[in-house]
């Protein structure tokens, strides 16, 4: 049976569309920002899936004495296994607030299904205690090996949600000397410009500054002197036209072309195989000669994707594409 390979184009062409976005989905605020949260435990309960060493069971052996409980001889058990727990703390969560977790194994565990997380403090990079992580573990992903034509399924790692309480809270502080900065997500020095003038549009006065491509300093006004996040409010909704630079991702493996940017080329006479394409004042024939209407036009004529990916990357390499060609 015939194998039909179908080659997807996914094409985005920004070059003829003004767009704006909200602050709040392009910036944040300095000082508001998520941490990792880390942590060493055991998870038990397998169905002897469990670490075949000792690691675990010297940590099992720590840990019933902590509690109290005096065992007269070592304990091993294939029941239980040696985890990593991972959490992200987003800015700002309290004690008591609880976060989602990970958990992979650490050892030679066949399988976490089935087991439950023993509580465990999870820590930050300042190696003090931010949460406690505790809870039945979740598996879904499952990595298939074969033998004896059988499929044996290893699930090592797994999720709980909510799974971990917030014990303290991380300190976070985004005034400083009544000036709140905002980071641009994605950092650029024309869009940079752009959210400074907007904000002091809005304000009618002048406010904000950018001082560098990726920060613009805000100060707080005299009437928000206490009211900060109501001022903070105001400034996410502030809507801004980012600058997106030209970029053109293709990925040879799935046929898959994005366009984003506004991309432009100079006049060229391109020659490959059957097809030849020729851009003469800006335009290919009666339309405007963007990329979307080259890959259009190949496409109407017949051409597969391998073959309009390889006139994208001559023209490209050509140096006729003002922008950058990424291939995956």
Do not use: C, H, W
Request: aromatic share 8%; net charge negative; charged share 20%.
């Amino acid at each position: 049976m015939n194998k039909k390979i179908i080659f997807i184009f996914l094409i985005f062409s920004v070059s003829l569309i003004s767009f704006s976005a909200r602050l709040k989905d392009i910036s944040e605020f300095r000082g508001a920002r998520d941490n990792q949260l880390f942590g060493i435990g055991i998870v038990t309960g397998l169905n002897g899936t469990g670490d075949t060493g000792r690691a675990p069971s010297e940590l099992i052996n720590n840990m019933m004495k902590n509690l109290g409980v005096e065992i007269s001889s070592s304990l091993t058990t294939k029941n239980s296994a040696l985890v990593m727990i991972f959490a992200d703390i987003p800015a700002f969560y309290k004690e008591g607030m609880k976060l989602d977790v990970t958990v992979t194994a650490f050892g030679d565990a066949k399988s976490l299904e089935g087991g439950y997380l023993v509580q465990t403090p999870l820590k930050g990079a300042d190696n003090k205690v931010y949460a406690v992580a505790q809870g039945s573990v979740l598996t879904g992903g499952a990595n298939v090996k074969a033998s004896d034509n059988l499929q044996t399924k290893t699930k090592i790692s797994g999720y709980i949600p909510t799974g971990a309480i917030v014990e303290n809270e991380i300190p976070s502080q985004f005034t400083d000397d009544n000036f709140v900065t905002l980071n641009l997500k994605t950092p650029d020095v024309t869009t940079a410009a752009r959210v400074s003038l907007a904000i002091n549009t809005v304000f009618s006065d002048k406010i904000a500054k950018a001082s560098d491509p990726s920060s613009i300093q805000v100060k707080i006004p005299d009437l928000f002197y206490d009211d900060v996040i109501s001022f903070l409010a105001l400034i996410e909704e502030i809507d801004v036209q980012p600058d997106v630079k030209a970029k053109i991702i293709i990925n040879e493996k799935t046929g898959t072309i994005v366009l984003g940017g506004n991309i432009k080329m100079s006049d060229f006479t391109l020659s490959y195989g059957n097809y030849v394409i020729s851009v003469e004042k800006g335009k290919i024939g009666e339309e405007n000669a963007t990329i979307s209407n080259i890959i259009t036009a190949l496409k109407t004529a017949g051409a597969v994707p391998q073959d309009i990916i390889s006139i994208i990357q001559n023209i490209s390499a050509a140096g006729y594409i003002f922008g950058d060609v990424v291939v995956m």
